[in-house]
């Protein structure tokens, strides 16, 4: 089973509204931590924002912000007044457990395009 | 800001060759991986290692090895590249001061094998 779904493979939002990045996640561990990065045309890997499982306040950085319901086992991204430059993929990860490799694992991403 | 640099961003290589694929931090980050993106797959883990000389088998390690003699660089190497590697490379790095350090990435090496 997949740890990390992505259900959406592309999304169009225009310019200035909200969007909302969908991402559920499956563990058996009471300790994770869960990371979204956007990856522009350029390629890059720019990491966006982190909610540990055990956080109580979902997780803000500037526009961007999780929505984690720890019982449904989701955490969407939120961005917030959607610019050009948004447009790019976005990938949702998961760190299982407390040992020290601090592996992610990756959803398999959604494309965003925000129109003008 | 951490920089973790890339040495090619785009190789073309034939099937059979040996091929290195160098990462370099600047940080002094104790953990780094290696990545494969593939369009619908997200990133798939390679190998990863957590201390100079330390490695450890990823998700789809096989055909590839890598080698950590010092702490800033992890290189990955294909063996013998085949067809069905050609792929997207990702290199990251992380501090290993808690599970809530992001993962930091270079800007990725597309790889073709002819």
């Known amino acids: 089973a997949q740890k990390i779904t992505q259900t959406q493979p592309g999304m169009f939002v225009q310019e200035k509204e909200a969007v909302t990045l969908d991402c559920t996640y499956d563990?058996?561990?009471?300790?994770?931590?869960l990371f979204w990065y956007k990856q522009p045309s350029s390629g890059e890997m720019i990491f966006l924002i982190y909610?540990?499982?055990?956080?109580?306040q979902n997780a803000t950085e500037g526009r961007y912000s999780l929505n984690f319901q720890k019982a449904r086992k989701s955490a969407n991204l939120v961005i917030s007044a959607s610019q050009l430059g948004d447009s790019a993929m976005y990938f949702c990860?998961?760190?299982?457990?407390?040992?020290?490799?601090?592996?992610?694992?990756f959803g398999s991403g959604t494309r965003l395009l925000v129109r003008p | 800001d951490v920089k973790v640099t890339q040495s090619s961003r785009y190789l073309v290589k034939r099937t059979g060759e040996k091929v290195f694929l160098e990462c370099v931090q600047d940080m002094d980050h104790e953990n780094m991986f290696w990545y494969r993106q593939d369009p619908g797959l997200g990133l798939r883990l390679i190998y990863f290692s957590y201390d100079v000389k330390m490695k450890e088998k990823g998700d789809i390690p096989e055909g590839y090895s890598v080698s950590r003699e010092k702490k800033e660089r992890f290189s990955l190497i294909l063996e013998s590249a085949s067809t069905n590697q050609t792929s997207m490379y990702l290199c990251?790095?992380?501090?290993?001061?808690?599970?809530?350090?992001?993962?930091?990435f270079g800007d990725g090496t597309r790889l073709s094998i002819l």
């Open positions: 909610q540990g499982s055990y956080d109580e």
């Open positions: 990251a790095s992380s501090l290993d001061e808690g599970a809530n350090q992001p993962q930091h």
């Open positions: 563990t058996s561990d009471q300790s994770y931590g």
């Open positions: 990860a998961m760190r299982e457990g407390m040992d020290s490799s601090y592996k992610l694992i």
